[in-house]
């Protein structure tokens, strides 16, 4: 767990989630890249795919390794995600940028936004909402990166998803991607007012 004094770093640890396939990691890139942020490369037990890189995308682990470093306190959260592979954030990378005053970006599913808000009450959180059923599908199956099996177990877990991230109350904003360009200047517009008020309410 995150202690309450990690997350009074001087930087903005932002947590941006949302279902597979809904563009999350482009909305992620172009938060990254216009805001000047870090992002914060997971460890995950799931086999790479060819696309991916490692130490890039993530950090593949085997579910020993994954497990030794949990056990050694080395993530600030973690979760099962799909109900079969492991996912978690290395915890002393997003201290370390947090301290150097640097806006961190975690991209995470719901369980592990959970975690992170009960140590992190300063975060700010936004879930990614695709523009409707059919068009998340859609996507799903455009990825070409998965079978139709796993496609449509992505798409139940996505409805799953959506429904917890209401339930749950733990995002400060929903976006809604139903046009990539505006959903990734919707995103960063809150996010960097989200920045400024948090420096004006600072004090003297
Ligand atoms: P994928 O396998 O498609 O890359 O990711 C599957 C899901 O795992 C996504 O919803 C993603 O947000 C989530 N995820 C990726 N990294 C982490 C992490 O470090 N912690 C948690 N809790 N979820 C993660």
Redesign the pocket.
């Known amino acids: 767990m995150m202690s309450n004094d990690d997350s009074q770093g001087r930087g903005l640890l932002v947590v941006i989630?949302?279902?597979?396939g809904v563009g999350?990691t482009t909305i992620v890139k172009a938060v990254k890249e216009r805001l000047n942020g870090i992002f914060s490369v997971?460890?995950?037990t799931?086999p790479r795919s060819e696309q991916e890189q490692d130490g890039v995308d993530?950090y593949f682990l085997t579910e020993e390794e994954f497990q030794r470093r949990l056990d050694a306190g080395q993530m600030l959260?973690?979760?099962q995600?799909?109900g079969r592979?492991r996912?978690?954030?290395p915890r002393q990378p997003v201290i370390e940028a947090l301290d150097d005053g640097h806006l961190v970006i975690?991209?995470?599913?719901v369980?592990?936004a959970c975690q992170v808000r009960a140590s992190a009450p300063d975060a700010f959180m936004i879930f990614i909402m695709p523009p409707n059923e059919a068009a998340l599908l859609e996507r799903l199956r455009g990825r070409g990166r998965d079978t139709e099996e796993a496609i449509q177990r992505r798409f139940e877990e996505a409805q799953r998803?959506i429904g917890l991230a209401h339930s749950r109350g733990v995002y400060d904003a929903f976006v809604r991607n139903d046009e990539l360009a505006r959903a990734q200047d919707e995103t960063c517009e809150l996010i960097r007012s989200r920045q400024l008020s948090a420096v004006s309410c600072q004090p003297e």
């Open positions: 989630s949302g279902p597979s999350k997971s460890a995950t799931r993530y959260e973690h979760a995600v799909f592979h996912y978690g954030t975690l991209e995470i599913d369980q592990g998803e």
